[in-house]
């Protein structure tokens, strides 16, 4: 699985930014999907989760209720559907695939995308 994050840029604090993650490789809907970041200085976090079949979504609380994932399998893309976006959400945003759920809710997915940096200006 190849993994394509886009959508990142400089926004406002209390804007809104969209991120999507396009896959490539067979059998989409099988995997699990996740959004990470990592802010300079930090270590890479989990922010949000979603399972094959989207039935199952997790937040970090960090973007509990200002952020939002979901995924389209016809369009092999999961995306992290950002609101209320604060200066300390800034970091490179990453997107990952496992077809374990914990594996991305403990941070080690077995496929990672290149990361999109999310600058969010006060």
């Known amino acids: 699985v190849q993994l394509q994050a886009s959508g990142g840029g400089l926004v406002q604090a209390g804007g809104s930014l969209r991120l999507s993650c396009a896959a490539s490789?067979?059998?989409?809907?099988?995997?699990?999907l996740g959004w990470f970041r990592q802010a300079p200085g930090n270590e890479r976090e989990f922010v949000a989760a979603?399972?094959?079949?989207?039935?199952?979504?997790y937040y970090a609380d960090s973007v509990k209720g200002r952020f939002s994932i979901s995924r389209d399998n016809a369009k092999n893309t999961v995306y992290l559907q950002m609101n209320s976006l604060k200066p300390e959400d800034t970091a490179v945003y990453y997107c990952?695939?496992?077809?374990?759920?914990?594996?991305?809710?403990?941070?080690?997915?077995?496929?990672w995308g290149q990361g999109t940096l999310v600058t969010v200006s006060s």
């Open positions: 490789g067979r059998n989409f809907s099988t995997y699990s």
């Open positions: 979603i399972s094959g079949s989207g039935g199952s979504i």
């Open positions: 990952g695939a496992s077809r374990w759920w914990n594996s991305l809710l403990l941070g080690v997915p077995d496929y």
